[in-house]
């Protein structure tokens, strides 16, 4: 089982909301880690967009809007990545990340499809 | 102006050994962590190694462990990968990237292809 699972994809219309989940394996407990979200459109680099351990240990990426949000949901051990008023040019591919047993952990990435 | 250059990418056989560099400029080198992150054609991202500012401490991914060595100088601003016993399966495009302790800097990637 993989350390970070993503849902492979994700659709929306424009103006709702999209909510990304990261799970975390069994036995990993979403509460200790500082979860990380990146941003990857076609051809283009990663972006950071924030990262997320807490509401008192948490960033915001620069230039980042604050409709993209990061949270937790302890009852399934995932991280949340949260965008309101969903934009076309939100379509991409998101990905989560944790530092974990000193290496750097990727989930395998959710594309979302604005429609 | 923050810039990565990644080189020393190209085609290689299996089995094969190739070396890539990342020119880090615009910023102080040896005040940050970096790493190299890969990703195959029509992929997610891979991270593949991280070492220290000074150069003391490196992990690796499993994927990697005892077949790729990262390194660094400081003095010439430039990160290094060695990679040897290539498989297929490393055929990715590899990304330098600055820790800070996200991934803020991308280098534009260099391609490796490992095929006969």
């Known amino acids: 089982q993989p350390v970070l699972t993503q849902p492979t994809s994700l659709s929306a219309s424009p103006g709702a909301s999209a909510r990304f989940t990261c799970t975390l394996r069994?036995?990993?407990?979403?509460?200790?880690?500082?979860i990380y979200w990146y941003q990857q459109k076609p051809g283009s680099l990663p972006r950071y967009l924030l990262k997320?351990?807490?509401?008192?240990?948490?960033?915001?990426g620069s230039g980042v809007p604050s409709r993209f949000s990061g949270s937790k949901d302890a009852s399934t051990n995932a991280g949340l990545l949260l965008i309101s008023g969903l934009q076309s040019e939100d379509e991409a591919d998101y990905y989560c990340?944790?530092?974990?047993?000193?290496?750097?952990?990727f989930g395998g990435g959710t594309k979302l499809t604005v429609l | 102006e923050v810039q990565l250059v990644e080189s020393g990418g190209g085609l290689v056989q299996p089995g094969g050994s190739l070396r890539l560099s990342c020119a880090a400029s615009?910023?102080?080198?040896?005040?940050?962590?970096m790493n190299w992150v890969r990703q195959a054609p029509g992929k997610g991202l891979e991270w593949v190694s991280y070492?220290?500012?000074?150069?003391?401490?490196?992990y690796y991914a499993d994927s990697v462990k005892g077949r790729f060595t990262i390194s660094r100088d400081n003095a010439k601003n430039s990160l290094y990968l060695q990679m040897s016993s290539l498989r297929a399966e490393d055929t990715a495009v590899y990304y330098c990237?600055?820790?800070?302790?996200?991934?803020?800097?991308w280098g534009q990637g260099t391609l490796v292809t490992v095929s006969s």
């Open positions: 990237a600055r820790e800070i302790p996200h991934f803020d800097c």
């Open positions: 990340a944790i530092w974990y047993s000193s290496t750097w952990v």
């Open positions: 615009g910023f102080t080198f040896s005040s940050y962590e």
């Open positions: 069994s036995g990993i407990n979403v509460g200790t880690y500082r």
């Open positions: 070492i220290s500012s000074s150069g003391s401490t490196m």
């Open positions: 997320y351990k807490s509401d008192s240990d948490k960033q915001q």
